[in-house]
Each structure stands twice: as structure tokens, then as C-alpha cells.
């Protein structure tokens, strides 16, 4: 392991017992698109970890791992996961609340255990998967299968779509 992250992540993914990378990042980098365009890691191998909430109270969060390349189906798929009639981002004021991280580090590891932990059965097809680690400064390298440790994770069939059109 090389670097640190936020004990709590180091708990979380050193309990998995699965192997890891650290890899360092200038936080103005840390958005993944902006990320893999400065170190050279192809997009479809990062996971983008997003926090949702529900418009109406009570408010209900989930979070939610899709490859880079896709885009989250917030209003299909997610919607009907958590039985919500409304849904949105979370903001970055609930992200933080409710994970103790920001955007752009938000990982799955080391979530509240009332929170579910959606991620797309795409990723399980990956050989490795770039996460977030808890703050912008690093990512973390790991095995896809880590999704099967994660306490409250599920596996969604559908959970985004691509971003690229065929035409």
C-alpha cells in the first residue's frame, strides 16, 4: 500500500481482505473524467460512486456505482430500486452529511449501514476497478469483486446506460 487514505476507508477495504492500490491524485483532477484524461486509465474502469436522495420526506439516500462511461438511470431504474416517486443528486452539502466525503472522492466502502449501495453488473465484467477513497487527493485500484464484501450492496441488471449514441 503506498500513501494513505481516511482510516475509516483503510478499515473498511483492509477488513475485505482484497488487494489494492493506492493511486495519488492532484484533487483538481479528481473528477473521473478529468482523472483519467491526466493519468491515462481508460474511463470505462473507473466507477463513478453517486449519492441520490429523494425529494420527498422522509428523505431516503442510496448510492450508487456505475462505470464512467455510462450515465446513472436516476429516473427509471434508481426511482423504482428505492420505491420514490421523486429523485435527484444528492447535493454536495447531503453527500457530505450523509458519507463524510466529497464529490469526486465519494467511494462505496465505509457507507452508513441503512444506506444501500446499488452498483451496475457491468463492473463485475472488469479485470480491476478505480474507485473514489473518501477524499479527492487518491483513488483506489482494486478487483470489482470488492462489491460482493460491501455490506447493503446489490447488484443491478440496467442501473445506467451509455453515453455514447450508436448511430
Same mark, same amino acid.
Given at each position: ?6 482510516k475509516? &476507508? ?7 481482505? &482484497? ?5 495519488? /491524485? ?9 482523472? /483519467? ?12 460512486? &453517486? ?6 420526506? #422522509?428523505v431516503q439516500?442510496?448510492? /450508487?456505482?456505475?462505470q ?14 428505492m ?24 467511494? #462505496?466502502?465505509?457507507? #452508513? ?20 477513497s ?16 460491501? #455490506?447493503?450492496s ?14
Open positions: 500500500m503506498q500513501g494513505a487514505l481516511p475509516k &476507508i483503510a478499515e473498511a477495504i483492509d477488513y475485505f481482505g &482484497i488487494s489494492y492500490e493506492i493511486l495519488p /491524485c492532484d484533487p483538481e483532477f479528481a473528477d473521473t473524467s478529468d482523472f /483519467c484524461a491526466k493519468y491515462g486509465f481508460p474511463i470505462t474502469h473507473c466507477g463513478n460512486t &453517486i449519492v441520490v436522495a429523494s425529494k420527498r420526506e #422522509p439516500y442510496a448510492t /450508487c456505482t456505475v464512467g462511461s455510462d450515465r446513472l438511470d436516476v429516473n427509471k431504474t434508481v426511482r423504482k430500486l420505491g420514490v416517486s421523486r429523485l435527484s443528486f444528492a447535493s454536495k452539502e447531503q453527500t457530505a452529511g450523509l458519507t463524510g466525503m466529497v464529490i469526486g472522492g465519494v467511494t #462505496p466502502l465505509a457507507l #452508513p449501514d441503512t444506506v444501500p449501495v446499488y452498483f451496475d453488473q457491468k463492473l463485475m465484467d472488469l479485470d480491476y476497478i478505480i474507485l473514489g473518501g477524499d479527492r487527493s487518491s483513488k483506489i485500484m482494486t478487483s470489482p469483486t470488492i462489491f460482493n464484501q460491501i #455490506p447493503n446489490i447488484m443491478v441488471a440496467g442501473l445506467s446506460n451509455s453515453k455514447r449514441q450508436e448511430i
